[in-house]
């Protein structure tokens, strides 16, 4: 076996995918052809079940419907069934009001995750690697980030549907599977949209990390990495100690309403307020979308300065009365009464 079936292989394993239905996110780039072409080399060992799935985002044309019939054509040769749909993703930015880059990366997700109920799958596979971990850790940086948005990309990541969307190349470089590509001669598209500087990761792939190479590290890519890790390290510790203190202030919740005692956080370090009020957010599955670093801080403000309340991203209401804060939670179609721990 070439080297990176075989430490690919070692991958699956610690991930414990052997025997699993796994769905691939193909795109036709490098990284994806290069997943899906080394699970294929693994399907029979390690005894996996495989699908692949492209979207078609309509944003070039006639080459997207070049891709996708590539695809196509691959995933036929290799016998893995495929499922490919286009969606307009300029129409569902402009309609959202969201960017670009966000619309396509949300509908693409949501896409996948669909397939991957429908096909019964258990892992979603997707194709990050070292490279675009580097530029996400990066990206996060000079966007402006707290500590979980130091540990980059995750290997593994649980959707609240039950399907994992899992990361085995991670750990090697886009150098890496070209070589891989190359020495097996396997072909692969480019996306021509990877040279429009308009787009914030082209410029940190292209002009920033280039930059940071040439002029003040060689090793900057090494040194994100490990900041990373570090980060993750501090984050896990953090998030233990936060859901565990999160259980204890809950006094109640239901979907809609969640009472929290202040009392036993009026002291803590603001860092950490901030991470058992977001541990209890995770667990009652809200939404987080437009939460940002003033919205947790005001948040906080309420549990250990106290003040009368504040709206929220996401149909969210927060109010403090006496020692309690209150949360209260509108979803699309029904009304929450104010002071009411009910649904």
């Known amino acids: 076996m070439p080297p990176f079936i075989e430490q690919l292989r070692t991958i699956l394993i610690d991930l414990e995918l052997p025997g699993q239905t796994l769905l691939i996110g193909l795109s036709g780039g490098g990284d994806s052809v290069a997943l899906l072409h080394g699970l294929h080399e693994l399907q029979d060992p390690l005894d996996l079940k495989l699908y692949a799935a492209h979207l078609d985002h309509g944003l070039r044309g006639a080459e997207s419907e070049s891709d996708a019939e590539w695809v196509r054509e691959f995933c ?190 009026a002291d803590a370090p603001a860092g950490f307020v901030r991470e058992v009020l977001r541990a209890i957010w995770i667990d009652r599955q809200w939404p987080r979308r437009g939460m940002n670093y003033s919205h947790w801080e005001s948040l906080r403000g309420l549990v250990c300065g106290g003040g009368v309340g504040v709206s929220l991203p996401g149909s969210i209401q927060a109010s403090r009365r006496a020692n309690l804060l209150i949360l209260e939670y509108e979803k699309r179609g029904s009304r929450v009464a104010s002071g009411s721990g009910e649904g």
């Open 76 to 265: 036929c040769g290799l016998g893995v069934d495929c499922v490919i749909e286009r969606r307009d993703i300029a129409q569902a930015a402009q309609e959202s009001g969201r960017g670009i880059e966000e619309a396509a990366r949300e509908e693409r997700y949501r896409f996948l995750e669909e397939q991957a109920v429908r096909l019964e799958a258990s892992s979603l596979c997707v194709g990050h690697t070292q490279d675009d971990n580097v530029e996400t850790i990066l990206h996060h940086i000079v966007r402006g980030t707290g500590l979980a948005g130091l540990t980059g990309i995750p290997a593994t990541r649980r959707l609240p549907c039950g399907v994992t969307i899992v990361r085995p190349l991670l750990s090697f470089s886009r150098a890496d599977l070209e070589a891989y590509l190359n020495e097996v001669g396997q072909s692969w598209r480019r996306d021509s949209t990877n040279d429009d500087e308009s787009y914030t990761r082209n410029r940190i792939r292209q002009t920033l990390l280039p930059l940071l190479r040439n002029s003040f590290n060689p090793a900057v890519d090494d040194a994100l990495l490990r900041l990373a890790w570090q980060a993750a390290e501090a984050q896990q510790a953090m998030q233990h100690l936060a859901e565990r203190t999160g259980r204890e202030v809950l006094l109640d919740a239901s979907d809609t309403c969640v009472r929290i005692d202040c009392v036993p956080l």
